[in-house]
């Protein structure tokens, strides 16, 4: 079988976004563990179990991110290229933070000194708070569109500046991005761990979804009465590629929620955000700690696709050259090039999925210090 143009763009939105869910599931509760770990962890053992309970997958859950990056240079090489350009200093600014997380994880216990530890805590603390904080930095700026055009040659130029991106929407999407990540953390030490460490997470699972609840109740208002939307006039063939100025696209109030009103069963997916997140308070409170994972794994996936819904079939909106900015239609790789990543997608993909849950089930335990001291040489 052999899938037709149109419909291969709309598979690979949905695939990019798939993988950028599944980096926020698994490393999302690795970041959240780093944030909470200079704060939770009231003893080198507890910080210790903290980290141990990520230290068999925290290596893989990273490869969801590296994959989606391969996958946006693939099949939307000119998103691609505009992302990486006009946001060139916030992923540098990941990048170097992220290289503290591998150094945090191996380094951190080799010496049994205090200070080396503290040390090494706050640079996991970094590498964890600064990626996602950034991450939410760039969803805002999508929503407020970003400064860039094309010229002749379809070189893509970005007129704004560093200081532009800080916009006080961005930053409140930034702070979610934080809070989704540390109630996610919680939820897994509180499933992973017992004693004290696990009450300790408990109490912040329920804050920070409670915290979430209200900074997505926030930003779906500010989404509504506060931004301007983006709205295609005229569409572009959807069976072209790489004519991001064959469109007129104009800004209307509300307009990010178009979508939803022209579908009105996509307005379920921000009220099962809200939902997820009284569960996971719920299932934390009642010391359901698996049911509270997967609320907040839900909460995640919700949010992330209250998002994607809103902004489509824009990918990154231009906020100065309107007819300039980013669909699926028009920014897409070649039918071919889209056809064969599918079906690699389609014999790969499972496969991956397959040993990450069976290395999940294998290495699965509850950690406590008992765990740590028989495990003094060779655990983090």
């Not at 079988?1 to 990019?16: A, H």
């Amino acid at each position: 079988m052999i899938l037709d143009y149109e419909t291969l763009k709309l598979v690979w939105w949905g695939l990019i976004g798939a993988l950028i869910i599944g980096f926020m599931l698994t490393d999302g509760f690795d970041m959240g563990i780093g944030a909470l770990l200079p704060f939770l962890g009231k003893s080198d053992e507890e910080r210790r179990i903290m980290i141990n309970s990520v230290g068999p997958h925290w290596e893989g859950n990273q490869v969801w991110l590296v994959t989606a990056i391969g996958a946006l240079f693939a099949a939307w090489p000119i998103v691609y290229a505009m992302a990486f350009s006009g946001f060139y200093f916030m992923m540098m600014i990941i990048l170097f933070a992220l290289f503290l997380r591998p150094l945090a994880f191996d380094y951190r216990s080799k010496i049994d000194q205090p200070a080396w530890r503290a040390t090494w805590d706050r640079g996991l603390f970094i590498g964890s708070t600064v990626p996602a904080f950034v991450f939410g930095l760039i969803v805002g700026n999508l929503f407020i569109g970003v400064p860039f055009h094309f010229d002749e040659f379809m070189r893509p130029y970005y007129t704004g500046s560093f200081l532009a991106l800080i916009h006080p929407f961005a930053i409140l999407t930034g702070i979610l991005t934080i809070a989704m990540t540390v109630m996610h953390g919680a939820a897994w030490i509180q499933m992973r761990t017992v004693d004290s460490l696990e009450s300790r997470a408990r109490l912040v699972a329920k804050i920070t979804a409670l915290i979430v609840f209200a900074l997505f109740a926030v930003i779906g208002l500010w989404i509504a009465f506060g931004i301007e939307g983006y709205h295609i006039d005229m569409m572009p063939d959807p069976n072209s590629s790489f004519t991001p100025d064959a469109k007129q696209v104009s800004l209307q109030n509300a307009g990010w929620l178009n979508n939803y009103q022209h579908y009105p069963l996509t307005q379920l997916v921000p009220l099962f955000g809200f939902i997820s997140c009284l569960l996971v308070f719920i299932s934390a409170h009642f010391d359901r700690p698996g049911w509270a994972f997967l609320s907040s794994s839900l909460v995640i996936i919700s949010i992330i696709s209250t998002a994607a819904i809103a902004l489509f079939p824009f990918i990154i909106p231009s906020s100065s050259t309107l007819a300039h900015s980013l669909t699926i239609w028009d920014a897409t790789s070649s039918e071919t090039t889209l056809n064969v990543m599918f079906w690699v997608a389609a014999f790969f993909v499972p496969i991956i999925m397959a040993y990450t849950t069976w290395t999940y089930r294998k290495m699965w335990r509850k950690l406590d210090t008992h765990f740590i001291l028989n495990n003094h040489h060779n655990s983090y």
